[in-house]
């Protein structure tokens, strides 16, 4: 069995009513301190909530700020800074936890892993591509040639990753 690790995953929202990484991202996260790893799980809400802790798995949400709708917060931003994990799994492109992510794996010397979430498919990269060159320049600068790794869901998301 491997050695344990300490994982820190970065997710903009676990809101329901922003779909699949509010139920996948935790189940991911319970499954890894299940196998026996520390896991951290970070995200953004319109407003902070406790923090959470089963055996191994700690939750925190921070309060999202302006701008808002790009999941920007100085509370997620410090809190990933802080981190201690050897691995940080951002669960997003085109928001700042990305930048977040970004920055505190280069600062603590943490391996960087990205699941795009859909969001390298040719449909998606094209969709609103003003937007994705500003986010690329803007929003997280650097952060998709720093990743270490990519986390695919589908065949066809990896395929999308390696196009790209």
């Not at 922003?18 to 299940?34: E, I, N, Q």
């Not at 026996?36 to 055996?55: D, F, L, R, Y």
């Not at 960087?112 to 998606?124: C, H």
Request: net charge positive; hydrophobic share 45%; with cysteine.
């Amino acid at each position: 069995m491997p050695a344990a690790m300490r994982l820190c995953h970065v997710v903009p929202s676990l809101e329901k009513r922003h779909g699949g990484p509010s139920v996948s991202v935790p189940s991911l996260a319970r499954a890894l301190a299940h196998a026996g790893h520390t896991i951290e799980v970070m995200s953004t809400a319109p407003e902070a909530a406790p923090t959470s802790t089963e055996g191994t798995l700690t939750t925190r949400t921070f309060a999202r700020e302006w701008p808002r709708r790009f999941c920007a917060s100085a509370g997620l931003r410090d809190a990933v800074k802080e981190s201690r994990a050897e691995l940080i799994h951002a669960h997003s492109l085109w928001l700042r936890p990305l930048h977040y992510a970004h920055q505190a794996a280069k600062l603590n010397h943490s391996q960087l892993v990205i699941s795009p979430r859909g969001m390298m498919s040719r449909w998606a990269w094209n969709h609103h591509r003003a937007r994705k060159r500003f986010a690329g320049a803007f929003i997280h600068p650097g952060a998709l040639a720093a990743a270490a790794g990519w986390h695919a869901t589908s065949a066809e998301e990896a395929d999308d990753i390696r196009r790209l």
